[in-house]
């Protein structure tokens, strides 16, 4: 039986492990990305890698070595702060590599750059995709260019075009959106800010799904994270194009709070980006149908908690492990991995659930999940 061509759909941290992994067993493998380019855009922020999925696809790939040279040290660092800037938890950074952050655009190129050059062809954008019968479909580009393949996998996020191939479910607000900002050169410009995050990470969180929390990236840059339950009615009328007025009124949800925290959104360097936060239902799942699956996002797309570029790499590692190991039999191999997937989807969107809607008190909520959680 021959080994099959696997066209995967979206160059995201899990497309781009399935390629990998698949590369590395010699299995020839296409993804088709909407981006221009690998540089059209930033690639997000900082990710904590986590020793009992992401960093298990990293092995897979066989990519340790480069990782271990991206991971930012210090950075697992963790503040809790109250509204009024009280520090209510201090945890360093105790170095026992469970869950080394890392830049995700750093992640991104280092598995860009262990594939074959032309393995991702850029500017290709999915719009539809049709079955074609006996296990084999279609893809249709925004350029009106078309791809027939027998072994389909949708990694192309919340909105996948590969998704109604297997299920009619779609995304749905979660009533939270982010309000993202950054300060830059933070040490020198905004030392007050710099100082109420610390070296790592911090949250200050509230009643009502509200908070603030802030990432210290590379060099001296710190990016916000403002947490708001909030209709997207509501965002909506305000003007995110201008930038300081957008500002100055996701700030007004923030009065009260200490100067160094309401200085995360007002003294922000560049204009406030809103990010309505969607969610699939926990536990979504579909029926097998031949030569076609999901991975990341577009499988079991859940509010962030730390799982989701984990997940995606775990899921596009199982994935190319599971195709390799029986390259003959790829329908069995769809089945196992759907499978395992559909039941670790659960276990990992289920970590912080607890916090979710916490308004007696968040904060306590928040430092028990730091200092108790266990994610096995």
Known sequence: MTTPHVTIIGAGLGGLTLARVLHVHGIPVAVYEAEPAPTARAQGGM????????????????LMDEFRGI??????????????????LDKPDDGDGGRPEVQRGDLRRILLGSLPAG??????????????????????????????????????????????LLSEVTPEYTGTSYVETYLFDVDIRHPTA??????????????????????????????????????????????????????????????GWAPELAALIT???????LRPIFTLPLGHRWERVP??????????????????????MYDGAELGKAIAAHPGDIEADLTRYEEAMFSHSVEFGSIGAELHDVDDDPAAALIKFYTEHTPH
């Open 47 to 62: 990710l904590d890698i986590h020793d009992y999925n992401g960093q298990l696809a990293i092995e897979a790939a066989g």
């Open 71 to 88: 991971i930012l040290q210090g950075r697992q660092a963790m503040r809790i702060l109250s509204p009024d800037g009280t520090v209510l």
């Open 119 to 164: 393995t991702v062809q850029w500017g290709r954008k999915a719009v539809s995709a049709r079955s074609l019968g006996e296990g084999r479909h279609e893809v249709t580009f925004a350029d009106g260019g078309t791809v027939t393949t027998s072994l389909l996998v949708g990694a192309d996020g919340a909105w996948s075009r590969v998704r109604p």
């Open 194 to 255: 710099a100082h109420a995050v610390g070296s790592g990470s911090m949250a200050a969180p509230a009643a009502g799904s509200k908070g603030i929390q802030a990432h210290r990236e590379k060099g001296q840059t710190i990016h916000t994270y403002v947490v708001l339950r909030q209709s997207q009615e509501w965002f909506g009328a305000i003007d995110f194009a201008d930038g300081a007025a957008a500002a100055a009124r996701i700030a007004k949800e923030f009065d």
């Open 267 to 273: 003294d922000g360097d560049v204009p406030p980006l």
């Open 291 to 312: 030569g076609v699956t999901l991975l990341g996002d577009a499988a079991h797309l859940l509010p962030p908690n730390g799982e989701g570029a984990n997940s995606a």
